[in-house]
């Protein structure tokens, strides 16, 4: 493998390294969100379609939250899922670095 000398700084997502600024802030928001809602119905359920029936989706849709498929979810709908799921979102903006 061929080391290019570049690693993404400490405290920054990955993201920033890939995309422009403002696609690199909603990525890491959305994965940030998944995660969250992923470990939630993992504690809680032990199938799927379990957690499919309290988020009122398909099974095949949990299945692509479990699986990390990011470009599936917007920020409105893990918020939404989320509220569901009986969590409250906070946002907090701070200045870029």
Do not use: C
Request: charged residues 20%; without cysteine.
């Amino acid at each position: 493998m061929m080391d290019d000398g570049h690693t993404t700084p400490a405290g920054q997502s990955v993201f920033h390294d890939l995309f422009e600024p403002e696609k690199a802030a909603n990525r890491l928001i959305r994965a940030q969100l998944m995660h969250q809602l992923t470990k939630i119905l993992q504690a809680r359920f032990s199938t799927q379609s379990e957690a499919a029936e309290l988020l009122g989706v398909s099974q095949a849709r949990i299945s692509d939250l479990y699986r990390g498929k990011i470009g599936q979810f917007t920020v409105d709908m893990l918020i939404n899922l989320l509220a569901k799921a009986g969590q409250q979102v906070e946002v907090i903006t701070k200045a870029a670095a």
